[in-house]
């Protein structure tokens, strides 16, 4: 099992640092290692393994399905008290968790005896995808690489803008009002600004005893108990949200990720006991089918009919 998290517009953050002074850059690196420090910790009491750092995140592997979802709702409630502290980097962190095979490629250039690997494969691509979203990354790549040529940076915002909002107007109200979302978009893309899990990955956390239907900020969830980093009940949202169309890949079910911390017993409803996917297929189906249902219209001066 695999988990990759990922700090959004890190590049773009740098750069407009860089560009005020070089104090506030130390602190923003400052701040970003403490929390790197904290995350390694969780990491440990969670018992995943560390195996490299990408760029502007990590990517961390392990065994157990359920010590790797109780580590990425620990990392989530983890971003904004650091924020809070001040770490630069608010424009949210996006993870992805996924089950399959990492491969290591022995590099040449090692010292001695001593052997350098770097991972590849399916698995890791396939991590990298759900993490970023493709199209997005490469806007922001653009929008850096010219700022960091010496165009103003307004008019860079400015020359993008039709192209990110376009992305916006499709955010419902609903995803607006939550600090951490994903939804895939009308090209099937996937927008991740929270946290997603493969089919794969769902399929092997194996039964549960109790299942419950629960609403968090107007969506509908399944939810499922597992063990936090301290051994405590913690309840965690799930849902489907399509098949996401990605680069280089097949077509992929995408499963959105929530945390149920706050939920009451008295918010959520059990489910007959039966399979976590078939709960989250029926629950998806559910949804689709609210969806496309056509709205009657009510003319002036008829009675609604009943619901």
């Known amino acids: 099992f695999g988990l990759v998290y990922d700090l959004t517009d890190f590049s773009a953050t740098i750069s407009r640092l860089g560009r005020r002074e070089r104090g506030a850059l130390d602190q923003a690196f400052r701040l970003a290692a403490q929390f790197q420090r904290h995350i390694d910790r969780l990491a440990v009491a969670l018992g995943q393994r560390f195996e490299k750092y990408l760029g502007d995140g990590a990517f961390y592997s392990s065994r157990q399905p359920h010590q790797m979802l109780a580590m990425a709702i620990g990392l989530q409630r983890l971003y904004p008290e650091f924020v809070s502290r001040g770490l630069p980097f608010d424009s949210g962190m996006r993870l992805a968790l996924n089950y399959g095979e990492y491969r290591l490629l022995p590099l040449d250039g090692a010292r001695g005896d001593e052997q350098r690997f770097e991972f590849f494969g399916h698995g890791l691509v396939e991590l990298s995808r759900l993490s970023t979203g493709k199209k997005t990354q490469q806007l922001e790549a653009f929008k850096t690489l010219l700022v960091s040529n010496g165009y103003p940076e307004a008019a860079v915002n400015k020359f993008f803008a039709p192209m990110l909002r376009k992305d916006a107007e ?55 108990e597992i063990a936090d980093w301290n051994g405590a009940p913690l309840l965690v949202g799930l849902r489907k949200l399509g098949m996401a169309s990605f680069k280089g890949l097949e077509p992929t079910p995408v499963f959105e990720v929530v945390d149920g911390g706050g939920w009451q017993p008295s918010d959520l409803r059990p489910i007959p006991r039966q399979p976590l996917l078939s709960s989250l297929e029926r629950l998806f189906t559910r949804n689709m089918t609210a969806a496309t249902r056509p709205r009657e219209t009510v003319t002036a001066g008829a009675q609604p009919a009943s619901p």
């Open 170 to 224: 499709l955010v419902s109200k609903v995803d607006e009002r939550r600090p951490f979302y994903a939804y895939i978009n009308q090209t099937n893309t996937l927008i991740n600004e929270g946290i997603v899990v493969t089919e794969a990955f769902l399929d092997r956390l194996g039964d549960f005893r109790r299942l419950a239907y629960g609403r968090l900020e107007g969506r509908g969830f399944v939810a499922i």
